[in-house]
């Protein structure tokens, strides 16, 4: 998959009981863990709290709350969200492999040149954001050292994302441009 993604950095894909001893430097990292995890034998689903077993209406009986005791490996994983991801970043990966720039089309290209595009990118409802650095040799070479991914990582919660949603849900034939300094709608 590369490094040009990012995963929405509040949400809980899958994260251990016990942080201590667990710790990632990222949420790609701590999704990357667990990816690999998920294709080993013996994965499981678990989720952060687990139901409680049906109790008879014994009266006489001393209630389990429910408490078990956690090791110091176990996790939760929201299931949905997870494949979810997965299913995204399958759906997404031929879009963001190689140089889209070598099969644009000659309108495409004068496009690019025109307004001055170096940059692609998705946003998924899973959390997934995916960018793509379009390599054209007229384009400025301008390395700020910023990592688009680290400025746009919320995916759905970014207010470009939430504008373009709600233009569509006025318009479903207009587009929704938005910038530093502008938001065009039309």
């Known amino acids: 998959m590369g490094d040009h993604w990012r995963v ?10 016990y942080l201590e001893g667990h ?17 080993r034998p013996g994965w499981r689903w678990s989720e952060q709290y687990e139901a409680y077993s049906s109790i008879d209406e014994d009266v006489d009986e001393e209630p389990n709350c429910g408490r078990q005791t956690l090791k110091h490996d176990d996790y939760y994983c929201n299931k949905e969200l997870m494949q979810l991801l997965v299913f995204d970043a399958k759906a997404t990966n031929n879009s963001f492999r190689g140089d889209y720039m070598e099969n644009l089309s000659p309108r495409a290209w ?13 946003a998924t409802q899973s959390g997934l954001t995916r960018w793509h650095h379009l390599k054209t040799s007229k384009l400025p070479n301008v390395d700020d050292s910023v990592v688009f991914g680290d400025l746009h990582r919320r995916a759905v919660n970014e207010p470009w994302y939430k504008g373009a949603i709600f233009q569509s849900e006025l318009d479903s034939e207009s587009i929704y441009l938005s910038g530093k300094n502008y938001i065009y709608c039309g």
């Not at 929405?8 to 009981?17: A, D, E, G, K, L």
């Open 8 to 17: 929405h950095p509040s949400w809980v894909y899958c994260r251990y009981h």
């Open 110 to 122: 004068d496009l690019v040149h025109h307004y001055g595009i170096f940059i692609r990118f998705i």
């Open 23 to 39: 710790e990632f430097n990222k949420p790609e990292d701590e999704l990357r863990h667990f990816l690999a995890l998920m294709s």
